[in-house]
């Protein structure tokens, strides 16, 4: 066989590995993109999202100091203080690790780091004091010393109140929806309806036994995927 046959050849073999090789773009085009990779793109773009702040309330504290010297003397000072607190969710905690996959109901399940509390941001602007320190703040340091123990009390129960049960509660609920649309969004937009997203916290009960039994990682999952892809000469 001449030199020229054999360069016929291979650009004949060109030629077949390029219409091949532009079939299977062309497939995978049709086919759009694979959830794993929509997933992972998602988990990468929230981690660089570093913090969501899902909700955020304002409390009012309300508190009163009084002080009494050698028995006959007494202050009083009453202070009423707004302030904010934003409830937090530190997204570049999550991981890999935190994603399961629910083959039986298509679920993607999430598990969320815990919400933390920022602030309070206290608005002095609005800040209220009232009282009357007498001959007691006339000569000494009193009406000082009341205002700022009202302050350090103040702070400390808009911090209480932003802990109760019902403001963390809608926060945490929040934080869930948040991080369920931020995975699933993407998910319908390539047309995948058949897959759902469930985010949890760690502390929250779980589910179902049933569900914890044919759940898997959700590195697990992918690793499947991709071997299957590979056995089926994607």
């Known amino acids: 066989m001449t030199k020229r046959h054999w360069v016929g050849l291979t650009i004949a073999g060109l030629a077949v590995l390029a219409v091949l090789l532009g079939f299977r773009l ?126 350090a009390r103040a702070v400390a129960d808009l911090k209480k109140q932003a802990g109760g049960s019902v403001p963390l509660g809608l926060a945490r609920e929040a934080a869930r929806d948040a991080v369920a649309r931020n995975f699933l969004l993407p998910l319908r937009a390539a047309g995948m309806d058949d897959i759902s997203v469930e985010a949890r916290f760690a502390s929250d009960p779980t589910p179902s036994t049933e569900r914890a039994d044919v759940s898997t990682s959700y590195q697990n999952a992918m690793s499947e995927a991709q071997r299957r892809r590979a056995a089926q000469g994607e």
């Not at 039986?104 to 399940?109: G, K, M, N, Q």
């Open 26 to 151: 062309i497939e995978r085009a049709e086919r759009g993109p694979d959830p794993e990779t929509i997933v992972a793109t998602s988990l990468e773009a929230m981690q660089a999202q570093n913090r969501l702040v899902p909700f955020s309330a304002r409390f009012v504290s309300v508190v009163t100091s009084r002080q009494k010297r050698l028995g006959l003397f007494e202050a009083e000072r009453t202070l009423i203080l707004p302030g904010t607190v934003r409830y937090e969710v530190d997204l570049a905690k999550l991981e890999a690790d935190d994603l399961s996959w629910d083959e039986s109901s298509r679920t993607l399940r999430v598990t969320i780091p815990e919400v933390e509390l920022a602030g309070p941001e206290v608005d002095l602007p609005a800040a209220r004091e009232y009282g009357e320190t007498g001959i007691l703040g006339a000569v000494t340091d009193a009406e000082e010393l009341l205002d700022d123990a009202n302050r």
